[in-house]
């Protein structure tokens, strides 16, 4: 290339690298001016941790972090922030402060109190460094205008001043600080799973007014209709037969050779964990795998039961055919049934509602197949689904309360009105 002609060109390179910085969204440069790109791409990071598309973004339709998505909680709905930069309806009229003060405070500009369906009191864990660097992402965002009516929730859940109480009794700030008696990696996953990852908002059982249980961290919680089973390192509940690389792989692809990640977990997979380093996920097995719980022990129910006798002829006729007789199903393609120790979680919940509606695992970049497990709403009645729950939650080895006709005729009618709304 001659002189002539690399210098008209270098000048118009020049020219257009600077009309793109000087159309850069507020709030991302750093003292000098310049974008801190690096800072972008660690929030960005931390947003896949956080999973923050999973909730603010609309499954139905949805412009990406405009809000939305209903989230289903004990006291009733409420929908997703708009979390992007549009000055009117999103953040983008926040300052840094305001935002930290909602991300791990609870506070909303002007005062009012955030319901902890937004998990500030797992955020609170973050480093200021990390929420800075969230913000600089969100603000590379395109603002969308999408006003959102956050609050659904009937009276009296719905006055936002309850929430002042609330925070007195349960909400406990405080960054996260390392354990010196443990390694730098199980630090690191420690941080994960109880910061950002907020783990605990669904998998730690949670008081009747929504507070995490003290002393019983990670050991499973029925929630929107779902179980998040037991992930400590329990050998009857949890993850005790799980090795810290089929933790990895069950993050990383949405399937190991015992299950396969449904439902809120599957979106979780989806927008979240499968974005993360496989160092990170490391980190986080060797933490979860150092968690105990003390999981009650329950009897088995008996074989000659009738409920087990007619749930094994159900099982033999209807799913054997996949998960095999002996329930060992196929590695990475259809649950483990007998291996999974969350089959008998302490309530039935995923296995009813699996039964009833079926579910499709998630598909990945890496496992870009997602099996599907039928409905079969329509051919059990409420006892044979009863019959053949308590069967798989009491052969093999495990052993769980027997399921009840009723918990399944209940389990029908609010899978019923959820599917209308």
Known sequence: MTAS??????????????????????????????????????????????DCSGCHTDPQGGRPYAGGRPIQTPFGRVLAANITPDRDTGIGA?????????????????????????????????????????????NTLAPVRHEVHSNQLPFPFNIRASMRVWDALYFKPGVYQPDSRKSPSWNRGAYLVTGPGHCGACHTPKTPLGADVIGRPLQG???????????????????????????????????????????????EVANGS??????????MAEYLKDQRSQASQVPSVSVRDPAMVAGGAIYQDLCS?????????????????????????????????????????????????????????????????????????????????????????????????????
């Open 5 to 50: 002609i690399a210098t008209p060109l270098r000048a118009l390179l020049l020219t257009g690298l600077l009309g793109v910085l000087a159309c850069a969204p507020p709030g991302i440069a750093n003292e000098t001016g310049a974008q801190d790109f690096q800072q972008i791409e660690r929030g960005r990071y931390l947003a896949a941790a956080a």
């Open 94 to 138: 926040w300052s840094d402060a305001e935002f930290d003060a909602a991300v791990r405070g609870g506070k909303m500009p002007g005062g009012s109190r955030l319901y902890p369906a937004m998990p500030y009191p797992y955020y609170a864990r973050m480093n200021k460094e990390d929420v800075q660097a969230l913000r600089a992402y969100l």
């Open 221 to 267: 919680y029925s929630i929107q209709g779902w179980f998040a089973p037991d992930i400590t390192n329990d050998s009857r509940r949890g993850l005790g037969d799980w090795s810290p690389q089929d933790i990895v792989e069950y993050l990383k692809n949405g399937h190991n050779r015992f299950a396969g990640a449904a439902g809120p977990m599957g979106d």
């Open 274 to 283: 499968s974005h993360l380093s496989d160092a990170d996920l490391l980190a």
């Open 321 to 421: 055919a996949c998960h095999r007789g002996d329930g060992r199903g196929i590695p990475y393609l259809i649950p483990d049934l007998a291996g999974s120790a969350s089959v008998a979680s302490d309530q039935p919940t995923s296995i009813v509602r699996v039964v009833l509606n079926g579910a499709k695992t998630v598909a990945t970049q890496d496992e870009p197949t997602g099996p599907a497990m039928p409905s079969f709403k329509w051919q059990l009645s409420d006892a044979q689904v009863a019959a053949v729950t308590t069967y798989v939650r009491n052969s093999w080895g495990h052993a769980a309360q027997p399921t009840t006709a009723r918990a399944v005729r209940k389990a029908r009618k609010q899978l019923d009105v959820s599917v209308r709304q």
